[in-house]
C-alpha cells in the first residue's frame, strides 16, 4: 500500500518563537533533513506492534483473572449449613478432623459443645457426600468431616467449623488442611495440626503441640508448653512456661518465655530468619540455631557458661564474660560466674546478648 507523506516534516524547531528586532535577531537553525521513508515505515510498524502486544497482553490478563475467579467461586458455589450440640462437662475431650477449610474454637462458660459449621461444593448434588460423623459419649465429643471420593482436587469441596466448648477442655486433636486453625480461651492442653494455613492461639492456659507448613503461628496471653514446628512462616510467642521447642524455617522466631522447666533445654531452630528470644532469667540449658539471620539474647544478669559463633558476623555481650575466647565472630566464657549452657549459632548475621 502506497504511504503518503507530508511535504515537510515536523520539527521541535517549529514552536513560535518571540518576534525579532534590532536587538534580538531571529536565531538560525540548521536545516532539517527529513529522515528516508525506511525509518518512518520501521517506526509505524514498530509501533504498531507494541500497540497490538499490548492489547493483546491486556486481553490475556482479564481473561485469566476472570476464569481464575471463576474456578475460586466455583469451588465454594453450593453451600449448606449445619448445627449440633452436646453436653460435655468441663474437663472433658475434644477432637475434630476437618479439610480444606478453616476451624474456629471457642471457649465459653456452657457444659456442651456447640458445633456450627458449612460444607461447599462446586456442585450441588455432591453436597451429600461430604459426611460429617460425630461420637459422643459421657466425656468425649469427637467431630470428622468426611472427603469425597471424588474430590481428587483440594479446590473441589471443603467444610468450615466455628465450635464452641467449655472453657475447661483437653483438645485432643484438632486438625485441618488448606485452612487456618484459630483457639481462643481454653484451659488445657492441646494438639493442633494443620498445613497451608496459618495457626492463632489467644489466651490458652495449658500446654500447647502445633505443627503447620506455608503459615505463621502466633500465640499471645499464653500460660504453659510450647513445642511448636512451622514451614515458611514467623513463630511469635509471649507467655511461654515450662518447656519451650520450636522449629522454623525461612521465617522469623520472636518468644517471651519466663519459669521455664529446669530439666528440659530451650530448642530453637530456624533458617533465614531472625531469632529473638527473652528470658526472665537462665534457669535451664538454652541452644539456638539460625542462618542467615540475626540471634538477640534479652535476659537480665544471669549466670551462664556462653558459646556463641557465627560467621560473616560480630558476636556481642552487654554483660562481663569471664575467662573469655574472644574473636570478631566468636565468643565464649562465663557470665555472672558461669550457670546453664547457653548456646548460640548463626551463619551471616550477628549475635548479641543484651541487657534486659
Not at 448445627?83 to 460435655?88: A, E, F, I, R, V
Not at 475434644?94 to 465459653?108: A, H, Q, R
Not at 468425649?140 to 471420593?149: D, F, L, Y
Not at 514451614?231 to 517471651?256: K, M
Request: hydrophobic fraction near 30%.
Amino acid at each position: 500500500m502506497p504511504v503518503n507523506l507530508p511535504s515537510s516534516l515536523p520539527s521541535p524547531f517549529d514552536a513560535p518563537i518571540a518576534p525579532s528586532g534590532p536587538d534580538c535577531p531571529p536565531p538560525t537553525f540548521p536545516e532539517q533533513t527529513p529522515p528516508p521513508l525506511r525509518t518512518y515505515l520501521s517506526r509505524g510498524t514498530l509501533t504498531m506492534r507494541r500497540l497490538h502486544l499490548a492489547i493483546f497482553t491486556a486481553a490475556l490478563a482479564c481473561l485469566t483473572a476472570c476464569d481464575l475467579d471463576e474456578i475460586a467461586a466455583d469451588s465454594t458455589r453450593y453451600r449448606e449449613p449445619f448445627q449440633h450440640s452436646y453436653d460435655l462437662k468441663p474437663g472433658g475431650r475434644f477432637s475434630l478432623s476437618g479439610f480444606n477449610g478453616p476451624v474456629e474454637i471457642y471457649g465459653w462458660s456452657q457444659d456442651k459443645v456447640e458445633i456450627n459449621g458449612e460444607k461447599y461444593a462446586s456442585q450441588k448434588d455432591r453436597l451429600d457426600d461430604i459426611k460429617i460423623d460425630i461420637l459422643h459419649t459421657a466425656d468425649t465429643v469427637s467431630v470428622k468431616a468426611t472427603r469425597p471420593e471424588w474430590n481428587n482436587w483440594h479446590g473441589n469441596a471443603g467444610v468450615k467449623f466455628i465450635v464452641h466448648v467449655p472453657r475447661k477442655i483437653l483438645l485432643d486433636e484438632v486438625k485441618t488442611s488448606n485452612g487456618p486453625i484459630s483457639i481462643e480461651g481454653t484451659e488445657g492442653r492441646a494438639r493442633l495440626l494443620t498445613s497451608n494455613g496459618p495457626m492463632k492461639i489467644r489466651d490458652l492456659k495449658g500446654d500447647l503441640d502445633a505443627t503447620t507448613s506455608n503459615g505463621p503461628l502466633t500465640i499471645s496471653g499464653f500460660n504453659g508448653s510450647l513445642v511448636a514446628s512451622t514451614s515458611n512462616g514467623p513463630i511469635d510467642a509471649d507467655g511461654v512456661r515450662g518447656v519451650l521447642d520450636v522449629n522454623t524455617s525461612n521465617g522469623p522466631v520472636d518468644i517471651d518465655a519466663s519459669d521455664l522447666d529446669r530439666s528440659r533445654p530451650v530448642k530453637i531452630r530456624t533458617s533465614n530468619g531472625p531469632v529473638k528470644l527473652t528470658l526472665d532469667k537462665v534457669t535451664t540449658d538454652v541452644f539456638v540455631r539460625s542462618s542467615n539471620g540475626p540471634i538477640e539474647l534479652r535476659v537480665p544478669e544471669s549466670g551462664m557458661n556462653l558459646r556463641a559463633s557465627t560467621s560473616s558476623g560480630k558476636v556481642r555481650s552487654d554483660y562481663p564474660v569471664s575467662g573469655e575466647t574472644e574473636s570478631k565472630s566468636e565468643l565464649s566464657g562465663k557470665i555472672a560466674g558461669g550457670g546453664p549452657t547457653v548456646e548460640l549459632k548463626t551463619s551471616n548475621s550477628s549475635i548479641r546478648i543484651a541487657r534486659f
